[in-house]
């Protein structure tokens, strides 16, 4: 009797797509038939401007055994662990997935039962976040449960999954710690003899590989210096103030971002600050999730996925940007994509499409 085809939602940056990554698809296509990518858009979740455009990293995804990428859009691209993941989650469960994949350093059980505790606590948890405006979510976690959660990245990621995922069953891996992280590969001083061949090839295509956000950066230094609405998401009375004087003490955006660090403020939380005044990343964040994705990459399989779903998911998939400027949250991505434009080239963002491979009729 034939068994019945699977298929897994993967969340994903791919900054860039490495060895690692690679290893991770190929454990999953031993389990499903059909891996589709749920990847951030061109601003990071550490609020940094990916290393090459989204495009280009669906491509490498889909050239290292992916079938399937479609977008998770600013601004829950460029969020918290909180926001990022529900937005990815709540993608995967639109789309019709049969499961939701991740790689995590603990024991499953462990991030069940921390995911459980998080979820009970949550009301008290924000409670205490609005009586004291400048505490963090992890802080604030911590006071309330009486412990660290979680301390590695992963982990962190892994716990909001599962605690947004509902009745969707998670597939977690363990995540091999031998291969080279994105954070160290993108420090290296060659970045591209680090990747596998498939994405040597595609990002070896950038010259602006991999992009960095002090470039960028300029320009949210100059919008901050021209004081603009603080009711923007993630960010509080004190940290405006934080980063709009010290917005006009440098020039340099790392080195800014430094001086608005501190035990209460991440640097991560610093640059998505950052990007969410500079480009008005709705305060009420939380409370609301994606209206579409987009399609960046496809093949066969990908595509036949998408034709059996068609009258079953809950959101539209749309085939170009363009398609996206009915929506607010289109529009935003436009004017964020039109501006790394400026300082890292590439094709007008409106007249992109998506790369497809194999039969397309």
């Given amino acids: 009797m034939a068994t019945t085809k699977q298929t897994c939602g993967l969340i994903c940056e791919y900054n860039p797509f490495h060895f690692g990554h690679a290893y991770q698809i190929e454990k999953l296509k031993e389990r499903f038939d059909t891996v589709v990518c749920i990847l951030g858009g061109n601003v990071s979740q550490r609020g940094e401007a990916a290393v090459s455009d989204r495009y280009l ?6 050239e290292n055994g992916a079938d399937l990428v479609v977008e998770l859009p600013a601004p829950w691209c460029c969020a918290s662990a909180g926001e990022f ?11 019709g997935v049969d499961s939701l994949a991740f790689s995590a350093e603990s024991d499953p059980a462990l991030l069940y039962a921390a995911a459980g505790e998080r979820k009970e606590g949550e009301a008290a948890i924000r409670a205490l976040m609005k009586e004291e405006k400048n505490l963090s979510y992890p802080a604030a976690a911590e006071r309330v449960l009486g412990k660290t959660l979680a301390g590695k990245p992963n982990d962190i990621l892994g716990i ?6 509902g009745d969707l069953p998670a597939y977690i891996l363990k995540r091999e710690s031998s291969f080279l992280s994105s954070t160290t590969i993108r420090g290296s001083e060659n970045p591209l003899e680090k990747l596998p061949p498939a994405s040597r090839e595609v990002f070896g295509e950038d010259p602006t590989f991999p992009r960095n956000t002090a470039a960028v950066g300029k320009y949210l230094l100059a919008l901050l210096r021209n004081d603009p609405p603080k009711a923007a998401y993630g960010v509080t009375e004190e940290l405006y103030a934080r980063m709009t004087e010290q917005a006009w003490k440098h020039t340099d955006f790392p080195t800014f971002v430094q001086a608005c660090t501190n035990k209460m403020y991440t640097a991560a939380r610093v640059r998505r600050a950052a990007w969410a005044l500079a480009f008005g990343f709705p305060e009420d964040l939380r409370d609301k999730r994606p209206p579409y994705t ?30 996206a400027m009915d929506y607010e949250e289109g529009r935003l991505n436009a004017r964020i994509n039109g501006v790394l434009q400026i300082f890292y080239g590439g094709k007008d963002d409106v007249k992109n499409t998506p790369y497809l491979i194999g039969e397309t009729t």
Avoid at 85 to 95: I, N
Avoid at 302 to 307: C, I, N, P, S, T
Wanted: proline share 4%; net charge positive; no cysteine.
């Fill in 294 to 323: 987009l399609l960046l990459a496809a093949n066969e399989k990908g595509r036949a996925f998408l034709r059996t779903t068609a009258k079953t998911r809950t959101l539209p998939v749309l085939s170009r940007p363009a398609e």
């Fill in 85 to 95: 993941a529900a937005g990815g989650v709540f993608l995967a469960q639109a789309l």
């Fill in 160 to 165: 909001e999954y599962l605690s947004h995922a």
């Fill in 57 to 62: 990293r669906a491509r490498a995804a889909l």
